[in-house]
């Protein structure tokens, strides 16, 4: 019903910035809450960032005011603006949604996954 797929993905300096996209297809997801986790090796899976159907946004306490999400449901698409990357924000981040537009911390809410893209901040 919902496809996902991220990209902007890429190598970037500590303290630069990328911008990561998740497009979704097959089904308007407007009315989804759509989430950003990460999961880097050796860590637990990390919700980095959530906006509700309604707009309304969480941050992880470790990339608060360094990231936005933000939605364009005309497009169909969730963006995460990354600013100030640090080396620690290495990881594959992956887009999910949960179809109750509502934000979830746990991973097991969100029903839609995409297949992830490295983000790498280098030294």
């Known amino acids: 019903q919902v496809q996902l797929v991220e990209s902007g993905g890429g190598l970037v300096q500590a303290g630069g910035s990328l911008s990561v996209s998740c497009a979704a297809s097959?089904?308007?997801?407007?009315?989804?809450?759509v989430a950003w986790f990460r999961h880097a090796p050796g860590k637990e899976r990390e919700l980095v960032a959530a906006?509700?159907?309604?707009?309304?946004?969480y941050y992880a306490d470790s990339v608060l005011g360094r990231f936005t999400i933000s939605r364009d449901n005309a497009k169909n698409t969730v963006h995460l603006q990354m600013n100030s990357l640090k080396p620690e924000d290495t990881a594959v981040y992956y887009c999910?949604?949960?179809?109750?537009?509502?934000?979830?911390?746990?991973?097991?809410?969100?029903?839609?996954w995409g297949h992830g893209t490295q983000v790498t901040v280098s030294s």
């Open positions: 999910a949604a949960d179809r109750s537009g509502l934000v979830a911390r746990s991973e097991f809410a969100y029903r839609y």
């Open positions: 097959g089904r308007t997801f407007g009315s989804y809450a």
């Open positions: 906006i509700t159907s309604g707009d309304s946004t």
